[in-house]
């Protein structure tokens, strides 16, 4: 698909889908009753999509199931927790793309600390604070990923990128450096 043929609309929603579906799977783990949308049936003709779409998530939590043992990145997290302010959920995940490098590892390490974020939240029975957690991801998206995600060809290009064992394990060691990072500041900051 050429790039131009791609709208910003379209890459927004299906980035909205894609993430409204990992956390709400996250959310599941936690017996949360937090629903961030409703599944409307689906439509004939929406059919491919929505198997691209499920194509897509599934490589995501494959991806996003090999950060579960990274403990220096759940720490990371575990260390933002409270959360109390878009900002501070922002300067995580800033970290995330902090030399300004883009790759699909990397949204896929953003989805990671969304969905961890989210459990947390509704754990603490704070519903609001998860739909906060993916109004601001979405936002993200919209001013730091869309127009890589657009020069990438859209959402397709994630599945062949994660489909690969060596793009899971290059999740996992991109973390690991975006953590070593993290506590290097933190620990200058609390100097």
């Not at 599934?58 to 959360?83: C, F, G, M, Y």
């Not at 300004?100 to 390490?109: D, L, Y």
């Amino acid at each position: 698909m050429e790039n131009h043929a791609i709208s910003d609309d379209q890459i927004l929603h299906r980035g909205e889908v894609i993430l409204n579906g990992f956390i709400q799977e996250e959310l599941k783990s936690c017996e949360s009753e937090v629903t961030l949308f409703e599944q409307p049936g689906i439509r004939e003709e929406e059919e491919e999509e929505t198997r691209l779409l499920q194509e897509i998530a599934l490589q995501v939590r494959r991806t996003a199931q090999t950060l579960q043992r990274d403990t220096e990145l759940n720490h990371a997290i575990d260390s933002k927790w409270p959360l109390s302010s878009k900002d501070s959920y922002w300067k995580l995940v800033n970290k995330v793309f902090e030399d300004g490098v883009i790759s699909w590892e990397r949204i896929v390490v953003l989805f990671y600390i969304a969905g961890k974020i989210s459990v947390k939240l509704a754990s603490a029975h704070l519903p609001q604070r998860v739909r906060d957690i993916v109004s601001w991801t979405l936002d993200f998206f919209r001013r730091n990923l869309l127009d890589w995600i657009r020069e990438q060809g859209g959402w397709e290009s994630i599945i062949a990128c994660l489909s690969t064992p060596f793009s899971q394990m290059a999740a996992v060691f991109l973390s690991g450096i975006l953590l070593g990072g993290f506590v290097v500041w933190r620990m200058k900051r609390n100097n």
